[in-house]
Structure formats: structure tokens, C-alpha cells
């Protein structure tokens, strides 16, 4: 039987809302890390606005696929996803945007950060990680 570890810190207050988890397995855990779709989609939108959506992660949000046709939805090209992640940078987005959702981009650069750190702890243990969306 394995063991669950969840992160949740970016559901927390949000619970009864739309969720996004990124979930990964070995030998007898299962790793997630949970959070409110909100911040989730915040995110790649401003992505959206700097970074070419042609294909990966942003090309799947952007067409509304991957995960929101197949979940569990793995990912196929974690080092991209990696990368993505790890260049997040509130400097590169319209300050509009930034202004339209006050309470959420704050949040943001850390929300990146951990998903970041999850995806490397994943892939440091051969992981094959998906996104299941609930």
C-alpha cells in the first residue's frame, strides 16, 4: 500500500473549488501537489504572455486540452516543464494583468517555486509525473 504525501498549502482556503494536482510515484509513496486551479491558470496566462505556446505545457492550457480531456494527464517533457516554471517572472507581464487579479499574482512566484522543486524531486527519482484535474 503506498503511502499519500500531499501538499495542499495552495488549496488550503479554497477547498469545494475547482482543483489541479500534480502527482508523481515510487516504490511505495505517492507525491501530490495540490492546488486551487485559480492560481494555477493565473499563471500560465501570464506565461501566455512571454513564453511561446506552441507547444508543451502552455500549448495544452492554451488549446484546453491535455488534462482537461485525459486526467491523470502525464507529462511528457518534464525537463521543459521544468525550465517554464523556473523562469516565471512577474517583470515580464503586462502590468494590467498583474492589476486585474490583486490577491492572487502576489501569490504566484511561489506557487512556481514549489511546482518547480516538485517537478525536480520527481524527476531525481525517475518519476513519470501527471496532472489530474478535479
Not at 85 to 90: A, Q, V
Request: hydrophobic share 35%; charged share 25%; proline share 4%.
Amino acid at each position: 500500500m503506498k503511502t499519500d504525501i500531499v501538499n495542499d498549502s495552495y488549496y488550503t482556503g479554497f477547498e469545494g473549488e475547482p482543483e489541479i494536482a500534480f502527482v508523481y510515484e515510487k516504490l511505495n509513496e505517492r507525491r501530490v501537489l495540490k492546488m486551487w486551479t485559480g492560481y494555477f491558470e493565473t499563471m500560465l496566462d501570464l506565461m501566455c504572455q512571454y513564453e511561446a505556446y506552441n507547444d508543451g505545457i502552455l500549448r495544452e492550457y492554451y488549446v484546453q486540452e491535455g488534462w482537461y480531456e485525459e486526467s491523470p494527464w502525464e507529462l511528457t517533457n518534464l525537463d521543459a516543464t521544468i525550465q517554464l516554471f523556473k523562469s516565471f517572472n512577474l517583470q515580464n507581464v503586462d502590468v494590467k494583468a498583474v492589476e486585474a487579479s490583486p490577491n492572487i499574482v502576489p501569490t504566484l512566484p511561489k506557487v512556481a517555486c514549489e511546482i518547480t522543486q516538485f517537478l525536480e524531486h520527481a524527476k531525481s527519482n525517475e518519476s513519470n509525473v501527471y496532472i489530474v484535474y478535479d
